[in-house]
């Protein structure tokens, strides 16, 4: 189980690569890899805020939940902060179980959880100004089928 | 003694982003009420608090928790990871 939080970027393909050697007798590796969004066209870049006192215990956290739900082998999350561009990684999960169904299912679980329980903030930077990106209902609803 | 934290637009509100108060309040709820009298800008950023989040010692809580011995409380809008 590993957390780790940085401004600076990172490679999904090596960390997927490295992350595998640390796996052995696995049958399933799932990963997912979030990528800043540029909706229209229109946002030169994103800030992301985090309450570094709180960030890597409330990950951990949903980390061992998951681990212990889904009989977890290994796990990984990196998240960034700081100033980053349209196109640029902003998080990885990867999970590792026997079967598929459940690093699948732990996976989702982690976005969900990170969404919205991992103290992040993102402010989007566009030529008419800045704006803290709203948190949306349907994310705290994504909670509820856990 | 107590340390006050605040991220994203709650901190642009209240200007700064760690404050250390010297405070009376039982609950985050007093120590809201407390803030919104003190100045304008406190009661700008705490008028709507179903838009707002609070961590007590970097746990997310509630706005009825109690105070005793706790040395950080933090507030900031609805997390917005992943």
Same mark, same amino acid.
């Given at each position: @189980?590993?957390?780790?939080?940085?401004?600076?970027?990172?490679?999904?393909?090596?960390?997927?690569?490295?992350?595998?050697?640390?796996?052995?007798?696995?049958?399933?590796?799932?990963?997912?890899?979030?990528?800043?969004?540029?909706?229209?066209?229109?946002?030169? #870049?994103?800030?992301?805020? #985090?309450?570094?006192?709180?960030?890597?215990?409330?990950?951990?956290?949903?980390?061992?939940?998951?681990?212990?739900?889904?009989?977890?082998?290994?796990?990984?999350?990196?998240?960034?902060?700081?100033?980053?561009?349209?196109?640029? #990684?902003? @998080? @990885?999960?990867?999970?590792?179980?026997?079967?598929?169904?459940?690093?699948?299912?732990?996976?989702?679980?982690?976005?969900?959880?990170?969404?919205?329980?991992?103290?992040?903030?993102?402010?989007?930077?566009?030529?008419?100004?800045?704006?803290?990106?709203?948190?949306?209902?349907?994310?705290?609803?994504?909670?509820?089928?856990? | 003694? +107590?340390?006050?934290?605040?991220?994203?637009?709650?901190?642009?509100? +209240?200007?700064?982003?760690?404050?250390? %108060?010297?405070?009376?309040?039982?609950?985050? $709820?007093?120590? +809201?009420?407390?803030?919104? $009298?003190?100045?304008?800008?406190?009661?700008?950023?705490? $008028?709507? +608090?179903?838009?707002?989040?609070?961590?007590?010692?970097?746990? %997310?809580?509630?706005?009825?928790?109690?105070?005793?011995?706790?040395?950080?409380?933090?507030?900031?809008?609805?997390?917005?990871?992943?």
């Amino acid at each position: @189980m590993s957390v780790r939080v940085q401004s600076d970027p990172f490679d999904p393909g090596q960390e997927l690569s490295q992350f595998s050697q640390l796996v052995t007798g696995a049958g399933a590796i799932v990963t997912f890899t979030g990528v800043v969004r540029d909706e229209d066209g229109s946002l030169d #870049h994103m800030l992301i805020e #985090h309450y570094p006192a709180m960030t890597g215990p409330a990950i951990e956290a949903i980390e061992t939940q998951a681990v212990s739900r889904w009989d977890l082998q290994a796990s990984l999350v990196i998240h960034r902060y700081g100033t980053l561009a349209p196109g640029d #990684h902003i @998080m @990885m999960v990867a999970t590792v179980s026997r079967h598929r169904a459940n690093a699948f299912s732990a996976a989702e679980f982690l976005m969900d959880y990170l969404k919205s329980r991992a103290p992040f903030w993102k402010k989007e930077f566009t030529a008419d100004g800045a704006s803290w990106v709203a948190a949306k209902d349907k994310d705290e609803d994504a909670l509820k089928r856990w | 003694m +107590i340390d006050v934290v605040y991220f994203a637009w709650v901190r642009e509100r +209240i200007g700064v982003p760690k404050e250390t %108060l010297d405070t009376t309040a039982q609950t985050v $709820a007093q120590l +809201i009420e407390e803030l919104k $009298a003190r100045e304008e800008r406190y009661a700008l950023a705490f $008028a709507d +608090i179903s838009a707002l989040r609070v961590a007590v010692d970097q746990e %997310l809580s509630t706005f009825d928790a109690p105070l005793a011995g706790v040395r950080e409380v933090a507030f900031f809008p609805p997390m917005t990871g992943g």
